[in-house]
């Protein structure tokens, strides 16, 4: 029997767009709508947007978030004070591997958001519900289906955000990268993206979301499937859950140290006396083929210091070459050089530094 899947608000627009449609962990999500290479293009150079309403909220309340966040987090939500702003973590298990990757929004000491990955969003409420339960914190965890998420990018992303609601720029213009602002009635634009261009992620209600969707498209932003999404974060140099990490990863391994705070040395959070003080033998490197042909995912890394894994690639739309991001022996520099088997053949690769590309700008 063939599983019935979930459809976010914007599923009949998609249909009326003639997206592609795909099963994508449960969801049914358009991966292109015609050209993704064109879509990839159009966010690196003018305005793409997303329907990441498949991702979940999830907002933390009660006098005891602060603390129940420091317990259930790598990452120190003690660092948020301000509303509004925002930190990047993982969420570990007792073994440190990663029960998902996490955006965290401060609003006040008793009311926080959390946005998890689609795939993960059932397995993420469980688990925090439980940690919340058996620890004993006064913190309730309420999963906000009614809400709908939009993801508006590209240099001209802001703008064009600002054409179609010209009310929200006030309030959204001042933003710094990693903050938000709540502008009532539950909406929350946030400049954060999956990209590595400049932009907005949007959430309202569901019953909204149509709307803006549509008022965006008249205003030339052109709707991007998962197709160039995928192409975006990887030469963004962006982990994706379930490829750079996953519940047997640890943040160290996935090359989400960045992530982890040992700062406050009493701090207990879960997975902390796994990964503590250990010295990971893999480290995660970019690698740009030097030849023709396309790396991808599980295909074969030699390197001087033994093998390794790819965990992501592609042909890089930007660059024109192929780009990967790899799971390699501790030690592999930038500079050196790496083999990747593609079809039976060893073809050269040279490692280098992440992200690929930044604001449109080829960085390697």
């Given at each position: 029997m063939t599983a019935v899947l979930k459809q976010t608000p914007l599923f009949n627009a998609h249909v009326a767009a003639g997206a592609r449609m795909v099963?994508?962990?449960?969801?049914?999500?358009?991966?292109?709508y015609g050209s993704q290479l064109e879509e990839h293009h159009a966010v690196r150079r003018a305005a793409g947007m997303f329907d990441v309403s498949h991702m979940l909220n999830v907002?933390?309340?009660?006098?005891?978030?602060?603390a129940f966040l420091r317990r259930l987090l790598a990452n120190d939500v003690d660092r948020l004070s301000e509303s509004g702003k925002a930190i990047y973590s993982c969420m570990l298990n007792?073994?440190?591997?990663?029960?998902?990757?996490?955006?965290?929004?401060?609003?006040?000491?008793?009311?926080?958001?959390?946005?998890?990955?689609?795939?993960?969003?059932?397995?993420?409420?469980?688990?925090?519900?439980?940690?919340?339960?058996?620890?004993?914190?006064?913190?309730?965890?309420v999963a906000r289906r009614d809400l709908a998420m939009l993801a508006v990018q590209g240099p001209q992303a802001r703008e064009s955000l600002w054409?179609?609601?010209?009310?929200?720029?006030?309030?959204?213009?001042?933003?710094?990268?990693?903050?938000?602002?709540?502008?009532?009635?539950?909406?929350?634009?946030?400049?954060?993206?999956?990209?590595?261009?400049?932009?907005?992620?949007?959430?309202?209600?569901?019953?909204?979301?149509?709307?803006?969707?549509?008022?965006?498209?008249?205003?030339g932003v052109r709707p991007c499937g998962l197709g160039a999404r995928d192409t975006l974060r990887l030469e963004a140099g962006m982990n994706l859950?379930?490829?750079?990490?996953?519940?047997?990863?640890?943040?160290?391994?996935?090359?989400?140290?960045?992530?982890?705070?040992?700062?406050?040395?009493d701090r207990a959070f879960i997975g902390r006396a796994a990964i503590e003080g250990v010295t990971p033998s893999l480290a995660m490197v970019g690698l740009r083929?030097?030849?023709r042909g396309v790396m991808r995912e599980n295909m074969k890394v030699r390197t001087a210091r033994g093998e390794g894994v790819l965990t992501s690639g592609s042909m890089s739309p930007t660059i024109g070459v192929s780009i990967a991001m790899a799971r390699?022996?501790?030690?592999?520099?930038?500079?050196?050089?790496?083999?990747?088997?593609?079809?039976?053949?060893?073809?050269?690769?040279?490692?280098?530094?992440?992200?690929?590309?930044?604001?449109g700008k080829v960085l390697v």
């Open positions: 099963d994508f962990g449960g969801w049914s999500m358009p991966v292109a907002d933390v309340r009660g006098p005891g978030s602060r007792e073994r440190g591997g990663v029960i998902d990757d996490l955006i965290v929004y401060y609003f006040s000491p008793e009311s926080w958001r959390l946005v998890v990955n689609a795939g993960t969003a059932e397995t993420d409420l469980e688990w925090m519900q439980a940690v919340a339960r058996e620890e004993g914190f006064d913190a309730t965890v054409r179609v609601r010209p009310q929200w720029r006030t309030a959204t213009e001042p933003l710094k990268p990693f903050s938000g602002a709540a502008l009532g009635g539950d909406a929350l634009v946030a400049r954060t993206g999956y990209t590595g261009e400049d932009g907005f992620e949007v959430v309202l209600p569901a019953t909204d979301v149509e709307a803006l969707w549509n008022d965006l498209a008249a205003a859950y379930g490829h750079e990490m996953n519940q047997d990863v640890d943040p160290l391994v996935a090359g989400l140290a960045w992530t982890v705070s040992f700062k406050d040395a083929l030097r030849e390699v022996p501790q030690g592999v520099q930038p500079g050196s050089e790496a083999e990747v088997e593609i079809r039976g053949k060893w073809l050269a690769a040279d490692v280098v530094s992440m992200p690929f590309v930044r604001h």
